[in-house]
């Protein structure tokens, strides 16, 4: 696969679809890369660089303040009390 095939498979796709749907998918791809960056400009042209690799990588935005996390850990690992269920919060204010 080369950055030539890949362009030209652009050009035949977009010459091939409506105009209008042409406009708009190309108006909407240059929308995309100015709000959100040239990862998809990247991916599809040899002038913005070399995309990210394809290979798997893990959703960090999920895992949070790994430095809090760890922190808490240690907190409760330290923690002398271990026989009391943790109660919610509503049961604990009405006591």
Same mark, same amino acid.
């Given at each position: 696969e080369t950055w030539y095939k890949r362009i030209w498979y652009g050009l035949n796709f977009i010459v091939k679809i409506p105009l209008p749907v042409a406009a708009d998918m190309t108006s909407s791809i240059l929308t995309y890369s100015l709000l959100e960056g040239i990862d998809l400009m990247q991916s599809v042209t040899p002038f913005f660089g070399e995309?990210?690799?394809?290979?798997? #990588?893990?959703?960090?935005?999920?895992?949070?303040?790994?430095? !809090? #996390?760890? +922190? !808490?850990?240690?907190?409760? #690992? +330290?923690? #002398?009390?271990?026989? +009391?269920?943790?109660?919610?919060l509503e049961e604990a204010i009405t006591r």
């Amino acid at each position: 696969e080369t950055w030539y095939k890949r362009i030209w498979y652009g050009l035949n796709f977009i010459v091939k679809i409506p105009l209008p749907v042409a406009a708009d998918m190309t108006s909407s791809i240059l929308t995309y890369s100015l709000l959100e960056g040239i990862d998809l400009m990247q991916s599809v042209t040899p002038f913005f660089g070399e995309p990210y690799s394809y290979e798997y #990588k893990r959703n960090t935005d999920r895992i949070g303040d790994t430095n !809090a #996390k760890e +922190e !808490a850990l240690s907190m409760i #690992k +330290e923690s #002398k009390v271990t026989e +009391e269920i943790p109660v919610a919060l509503e049961e604990a204010i009405t006591r």
